[in-house]
């Protein structure tokens, strides 16, 4: 079955410490989005890639960053972890831009030591 | 400023008892409105899109409608699997921007 499936399910990583986590799809979309979503609140887009194009959320922190080599993968890096960091992070994807119908893989639920 | 407002936070039902849901809105220019379903500790589940004022759509139990100012989402004779959260999101013509409302907490009592 097509799925947005997301590497690892759960991480621990140490205050300051860089972390990276992955997304993969077998869909053939061209859009990834990446969330965070804390406990009890709604999901807050971060960016998005386009294909290879590169879309910040205006209040997204230098902190995190993105990268995307193919169209299958594309990785949330965050620099220095911080205790406020601690949240799902959920990857998306969709066939075209225009934030049309997303698929989500299950999340990666991060915690910061 | 753009605001997704939901309501209830949370709504508690049970089995065969009709209500619904609200996501009100205030955009400068709507792109799109989405309705996801969430439930612990997995990623939403798309349900559907409105454009304009005046549409909907349906789906097995739920019903999605669409003015200028807000959406419904209607659910008919709810079961207990209808237990989950409902997220609505807008897309806006605002730097292009997403996001989504605080969502509602639904309970199917059987």
């Known amino acids: 079955d097509a799925m947005v499936i997301q590497n690892p399910r759960y991480q621990v990583t140490q205050f300051g410490k860089p972390v990276t986590l992955s997304c993969s799809q077998t869909?053939?979309?061209?859009?990834m989005y990446w969330y965070q979503q804390k406990s009890s609140q709604a999901p807050k887009l971060l960016f998005h890639y386009y294909d290879k194009d590169f879309n910040n959320e205006a209040d997204t922190p230098d902190n995190f960053q993105s990268r995307r080599p193919n169209t299958s993968f594309c990785f949330l890096d965050i620099r220095s972890p911080g205790l406020g960091d601690a949240a799902m992070y959920l990857c998306?994807?969709?066939?075209?831009?225009?934030?049309?119908?997303?698929?989500f893989g299950p999340g990666t639920r991060l915690t910061v030591l | 400023e753009d605001q997704v407002t939901q309501s209830p936070e949370a709504l508690r039902l049970q089995e065969g008892e009709s209500s619904s849901l609200n996501c009100s809105y205030t955009?400068?220019?709507?792109?799109?409105l989405f309705w996801y379903r969430q439930d612990p500790g997995k990623g939403p589940e798309f349900l559907f899109t409105l454009y304009s004022a005046g549409e909907e759509k349906e789906k097995e139990r739920l019903k999605a409608t669409l003015t200028k100012k807000e959406s419904f989402l209607h659910i008919t004779a709810p079961k207990p699997e209808d237990s989950a959260t409902y997220l609505c999101a807008v897309h806006v013509n605002t730097g292009n921007q997403f996001y989504f409302g605080t969502g509602t907490s639904l309970t199917v009592i059987p």
């Open positions: 869909l053939n979309h061209n859009v």
């Open positions: 998306a994807t969709s066939r075209n831009p225009g934030h049309n119908e997303q698929f």
């Open positions: 955009v400068s220019g709507l792109r799109g």
